[in-house]
């Protein structure tokens, strides 16, 4: 794993800037994952474990093709669970199995796009105390709802030790993401400046988007890592080198089976 981005490999299609990002993550047996694979890809994994991921984070100053800033449409606090994969060419990314967003049109977007499992919801963000506070409720399914409050942790030495860490370099420093879309399994790369981590605590946590997306139970134990980043800026260029998918696999609900 790199932490810096390679080349992007084409042009940039999207700009983003993610802020106020917090990264809550559970250890999990491979096989419990294996299921929500898209095509192609299967877990990665890191000293035996894969992981998945509970990410909130505030989304702004989004814009296209090099174009102006889009001031109400790309500015909305977003959470996603998301697992992480590699493909047959050995290519690293994530899966995302849901993204919550308050904007109705960018959900659209990204799901005509890119096929992308974004959820329009009912979303907030605020800070105080030194906490940082996110809630999301899906529009039409109320138990998709989720409550976090991180507090990071102003640990400079421990920062510093994050930036060589192997653990927080495969959970953060990805650079793509596969996506089912229309048939075919794609690629699409993304590329940002490296995560300025520092370690975070989970002052409060209710959530339900992870049994939501198929795991009943996870969020009934601590996360394994958290983590909190202030901000990077990231670029996204097009889907590439699709693979072809032979047969649909099925996703089964995972039960509250916990993972050393």
């Given at each position: 794993m790199f932490r810096e981005a390679p080349p992007l490999g084409g042009p940039a299609i999207l700009r983003q800037r993610w802020s106020e990002v917090s990264f809550l993550h559970w250890r999990v047996d491979p096989a419990v994952v294996a299921p929500f694979m898209p095509e192609g890809c299967?877990?990665?994994t890191l000293n035996g474990s894969s992981w998945v991921g509970l990410i909130a984070f505030q989304m702004s100053q989004s814009s296209f093709?090099?174009?102006?800033?889009?001031?109400?449409?790309?500015?909305f606090?977003?959470?996603n669970v998301r697992l992480y994969s590699v493909d047959e060419k050995g290519?690293?990314?994530?899966?995302?199995?849901s993204l919550e967003a308050s904007h109705l049109i960018p959900v659209l977007t990204a799901r005509a796009a890119f096929g992308l499992p974004y959820q329009w919801a009912s979303m907030k963000i605020g800070q105080r105390d030194g906490q940082i506070?996110?809630?999301?409720?899906?529009?039409?399914?109320?138990?998709?709802?989720?409550?976090?409050?991180?507090?990071?942790?102003?640990?400079?030495?421990?920062s510093v030790s994050l930036a060589a860490d192997p653990e927080a370099t495969f959970l953060t420093a990805r650079?793509?993401?596969?996506?089912?879309?229309?048939?075919?399994?794609?690629?699409?790369r993304n590329q940002h400046e490296p995560w300025p981590l520092q370690p975070a605590e989970v002052v409060y946590l209710d959530d339900g988007l992870l049994a939501?997306?198929?795991f009943e139970g996870l969020a009934d134990r601590a996360p394994d890592s958290v983590l909190y980043a202030s901000d990077v800026t990231t670029v996204f260029a097009?889907?590439?080198?699709p693979f072809q998918i032979r047969a649909p696999q099925s996703r089964p609900v995972w039960t509250s089976a916990r993972s050393s």
């Open positions: 299967r877990p990665d093709f090099g174009g102006p800033r889009i001031p109400w449409l790309g500015d606090p977003e959470v290519r690293r990314g994530v899966v995302f199995l506070a996110y809630k999301t409720k899906r529009h039409g399914r109320p138990d998709a709802a989720s409550h976090i409050i991180v507090r990071p942790i102003d640990d400079p030495a421990a650079w793509a993401f596969h996506e089912t879309h229309r048939g075919r399994t794609i690629y699409c939501a997306a198929g097009a889907p590439q080198q």
